[in-house]
Structure formats: C-alpha cells, structure tokens
C-alpha cells in the first residue's frame, strides 16, 4: 500500500464548527488532492497541491480551504461546517508528470455534520 | 467540460459468469484513462492506466481495454472476491498541468459475484 495515512478516521461535529482533516505521505510526491465521494456523485476534487505552498481550488472547493506546509503533510479545513459537507473524504497522491501518473489514495475519512 | 459514464450501474454475476464493465468518456485530450477497484470502507485501489487507443491490459481475471471514446473492464470467470465497486476516471491533457492531471471519475460500477 502507498504510505498514505488519514486522520481522523471518523468524526461526528455540529454545524459551524472548525473542522480540520490530516493527510500524512511517506513517499516524498510532488502532488496531492482532497476528493469527496458522495452516492450518486462519485468522487469529485475539492482542493489539490503540486508543491510546498502551492495550492489551487477543485471542482467542489466552496466552503473548503487547505494548507500544506511540508511535503509530507496536506490539511483540509472546513471553515464552518455544513450537513451539506456530510460525506467520506479521500486524499490521493501522485508522483511526477511522465508516463505514470495514477493516484494512490488513503483510506478515507467519514465526516458527519449534525 | 470532461464527462466519464460508467454503465451498468450495478451488476449482478454469478460465479463463473463473465462479463463487461463500460467507461465512455468525453475528453478535449485523452491523456490517460485509469481503473480502481473500491472496496466498502476502503479507498480506492489502483488496477490500471490506458493511454492510447488499442491498448490492452490484463491482471489475473480482469482485462482492460481502450478504444477512443470508451473503455472496457471485462472480467472472466469471476469469483466471489472480485465483488466491489470499480471506478473509471480520466486524465485531460489539456487540464491544467500544475494538477498533475487531476483524475475525472465516474459514479463507478457496483459489481456482486454471488457463489
């Protein structure tokens, strides 16, 4: 398995709070993504990082934010959480731009807004 | 604007009983087309990268396959264990580079092999 760890698991929080999901890498790669997978949506990118600061918006990106300090590290945050943001979410990762660019992605987070 | 469609939505094997998973997609430029197998609970899992049309790929009962506007999963035989969901996604040359080429995924097929 890719050396990809997310933190927490599971979490249940009350609309308007803060929340901040961790994704940890071990395999030094340059790009890593948030997605969100609901039913009938599939998995749809919300934030992704191709460096140390460098950041820019998906294509769900309302209402998120994200930061990525070190290599290894890429946080999201939910400013004020909504029930709409109720869902399981997934960091990917990816090494650099050639022939093999696949996505290996961590086990996921499930989010609960109540 | 990418668009991937996977069809069936669900589908319902019985062991041994082969069959095929479709993907069509619509890409200003193919630049990749990927598999992932998803288990419940679990994130997605790698199975293969297409890059042009005519290209095959094959591990144990699954074969994918890549023409210009779809791809096929075929699975032979299958067994119980091969029961998941699988994920078709596409990477668009003209998207923006510093993404890397962030994936487009369908809604993905739910595949149940029963005994």
């Known amino acids: 398995d890719a050396g990809i760890t997310q933190s927490p698991r599971h979490k249940v929080t009350e609309t308007g709070t803060p929340v901040t999901l961790r994704c940890h890498q071990t395999?030094?790669?340059?790009?890593m993504y948030w997605y969100r997978q609901d039913p009938g949506h599939g998995l749809r990118l919300i934030h992704y990082?191709?460096?140390?600061?460098?950041?820019d918006k998906g294509e769900v990106s309302d209402g998120y934010s994200v930061s990525r300090s070190k290599t290894e590290d890429f946080l999201l945050t939910l400013e004020s959480a909504t029930s709409s943001q109720t869902s399981v979410y997934f960091c990917?990762?990816?090494?650099?731009?050639?022939?093999?660019?696949?996505?290996?992605f961590g086990q996921g987070t499930r989010l609960t807004v109540v | 604007e990418d668009q991937v469609t996977q069809s069936p939505e669900a589908l319902r094997l019985q062991e041994g009983e082969s069959s095929s998973l479709n993907c069509s997609y619509t890409?200003?430029?193919?630049?990749?087309l990927f598999w992932y197998r998803q288990d419940p609970g679990k994130g997605p899992e790698f199975l293969f990268t297409?890059?042009?049309a005519g290209e095959e790929k094959e591990k144990e009962r699954l074969k994918a396959t890549l023409t210009k506007k779809e791809s096929f999963l075929h699975i032979t035989a299958p067994k119980p264990e091969d029961s998941a969901t699988y994920l078709c996604?596409?990477?668009?040359?003209?998207?923006?580079?510093?993404?890397?080429?962030?994936?487009?995924f369908g809604k993905g097929t739910s595949l149940l092999v029963t005994p």
């Open positions: 990917a990762i990816s090494g650099y731009l050639g022939q093999n660019t696949e996505a290996f």
């Open positions: 395999e030094n790669h340059r790009y």
């Open positions: 990082s191709y460096g140390v600061k460098d950041t």
């Open positions: 890409v200003s430029g193919l630049r990749g």
């Open positions: 297409l890059y042009s």
């Open positions: 996604a596409v990477q668009d040359t003209f998207s923006n580079s510093n993404s890397g080429y962030a994936l487009n």
